[in-house]
């Protein structure tokens, strides 16, 4: 008992900065640099604009866009050795911020999907469960869409109705 305390105590004293990194230490955070340049490298322009990087990676960056499979691999290792210099955390910050807004919009149509779905999928529970969502849910309409877009799939027809249910659930949730 007295051994772990003692343990413990000697723990907190310990400074384990003075530890020096070991090289597969080293590698993974240069490996994580390399691919957050490649996230960069992804980006369209605009988007790569709007983060607002130093001016010297952006023109990196704006140039590995342009290589091709050799060259890019030297452009993605100098754009992770840029980013080391910087400060890589603000960098990843800016870069999640950037994308976060897509990750809702796709999260959004896909439950628009699923709704749209399960109305023409005969599953009865969801319009009831959109009538509590929304308060401005008319069920006769979406009745009729869902008969129509039935009509359709049976006659294998363009699912002009399915899109247009789609598409009252879009501005139901955009309202």
Do not use: C
Not at 42 to 47: I, N, V
């Amino acid at each position: 008992m007295n051994d772990e305390y003692e343990q413990e105590h000697l723990d907190e004293e310990f400074d384990w900065s003075t530890i020096p990194k070991s090289k597969s230490r080293i590698k993974r955070e240069l490996d994580a640099l390399k691919k957050l340049g490649q996230d960069l490298i992804e980006l369209s322009r605009k988007d790569l604009l709007k983060l607002e990087l130093d001016e010297e990676l952006t023109e990196a960056v704006l140039k590995a866009q342009t290589m091709s499979k050799g060259a890019l691999k030297r452009q993605t290792g100098y754009i992770g050795g840029m980013i080391a210099r910087l400060d890589h955390e603000e960098i990843q910050q800016k870069l999640d911020q950037l994308k976060q807004p897509r990750q809702v919009q796709t999260e959004q149509f896909h439950q628009l999907e699923s709704w749209r779905d399960r109305l023409v999928g005969e599953d009865d529970s969801v319009m009831a469960e959109l009538r509590n969502e929304f308060e401005d849910f008319d069920t006769q309409h979406v009745r009729q869409l869902v008969r129509n877009a039935k009509q359709e799939a049976a006659k294998q027809q363009p699912p002009k109705s399915a899109r247009l249910l789609f598409k009252y659930l879009q501005q139901l949730q955009q309202n």
